[in-house]
């Protein structure tokens, strides 16, 4: 790889050319014995990602797709929905839609989930699933999957349905050792793929539990997927385009190794906290809480953060701007992907010149 990356948003992420070329191919037939071919040896790739034993399908949708799926095919009724920012929220909002009994935890924006008060809410009432966000985007804060899922296990039988979507591929996430049963990602953040691909698994427990289930739906129906993804295949037509693009980036993922990838994203995450304690830039994410994919930031007194991220885009570079209730005093600097240390150091020199410049 030699392009430079100037593309920082929390999602979409920069996508490697090759990786863009590969979605150029002639189609083929969804039906075919050559895409049944492809796909299966796509599907092997997949479960390192996830760090399972189990199968992992791919949707064709968001991963807002699949979080909805997770709820109608998995929650006889009772729902906990563990939230500390906007993604998190929208799992009480899906929940609510979909006609389940919905309670919430809510945590403060910018901390992590406590294990010790998902355990006390455990011990008063008992839920079909407990759905959380590893990586809460909109505030660049991750929570402590590992030992919320170890509280869960301990106090109910609870399902752990757990959007990944931006901490798969840069950060750990241990699916079989955590014992999570389902985790969802979409492709366009830390994988480093177009958009409109999700990529889940499905434990045991979540399979014999959603049997039970009457009413799934169709398109949202998760054992319709895996049915027919051991037979090879989709639901429905998939984007066969952007799966040509997921086959040609698990090539790169693999050949670099998670943990060298992990170790990567947590270095340009240090790189970033070590700038930004020497400007008086204060993260807007607890201390303890921290995402080592996305940055989320205050600017200096005085300083515009919308106007940090107008000034970048007419240098041709892109980051993200504050999210929700936090938009008008964070910005956010999406370090994940594919992004590279020279990357991240070219963006930081560009941003301390336009800090000079507001700061005059």
């Not at 990356?5 to 050559?34: C, D, N, W």
């Not at 793929?193 to 427990?205: A, K, M």
Request: with cysteine; glycine share 8%; proline share 5%.
């Amino acid at each position: 790889m030699t392009e430079p990356i100037k593309f920082f948003l929390p999602g979409p992420t920069y996508v490697l050319e090759e990786v863009r070329q590969a979605m150029t191919k002639p189609m083929v037939g969804h039906r075919s014995a050559g895409y049944k071919a492809f796909y299966i040896e796509l599907s092997k790739k997949l479960p390192p990602l996830l760090r399972t034993s189990g199968e992992v399908m791919v949707a064709s949708g968001s991963s807002t797709l699949v979080m909805e799926s997770a709820v109608v095919s998995c929650a006889a009724s009772e729902v906990l929905n563990l939230t500390n920012g906007a993604f998190s929220e929208r799992w009480h909002s899906i929940s609510k839609s979909c006609g389940k009994n919905s309670d919430k935890i809510a945590f403060p924006w910018g901390e992590a989930i406590d294990p010790e008060t998902v355990r006390a809410a455990l011990r008063r009432k008992k839920y079909d699933v407990v759905t959380l966000v590893h990586n809460e985007t909109s505030t660049g804060v991750a929570s402590p999957i590992a030992d919320v899922a170890k509280v869960i296990r301990e106090e109910s039988d609870a399902l752990i349905v757990v959007d990944t979507v931006s901490s798969l591929a840069g950060a750990p996430v241990e699916t079989d050792a955590w014992g999570l049963d389902v985790v969802l990602a979409g492709t366009q953040k830390a994988i480093a793929v177009p958009p409109g691909l999700t990529v889940f698994t499905l434990s045991e427990r979540a399979v014999e539990r959603a049997g039970k289930v009457p009413h799934r739906g169709f398109y949202t129906d998760l054992l319709r997927y895996l049915d027919k993804h051991k037979e090879g295949g989709f639901i429905t037509t998939p984007a066969i385009p952007l799966l040509w693009a997921l086959d040609k980036q698990m090539d790169v993922i693999l050949a670099e190794g998670m943990e060298a990838r992990w170790a990567r994203h947590e270095a340009l995450y240090r790189r970033t906290a070590e700038w930004a304690a020497s400007r008086g830039i204060s993260y807007a994410s607890a201390e303890n809480a921290r995402s080592v994919t996305v940055s989320c930031l205050k600017p200096p007194a005085g300083v515009d953060p919308q106007a940090i991220v107008k000034k970048l885009a007419e240098r041709g570079i892109t980051i993200g701007g504050g999210y929700g209730d936090w938009k008008p005093t964070t910005f956010r600097i999406g370090h994940m992907g594919q992004v590279r240390m020279s990357d991240l150091d070219a963006l930081l020199v560009e941003i301390d010149d336009i800090l000079k410049g507001l700061a005059g």
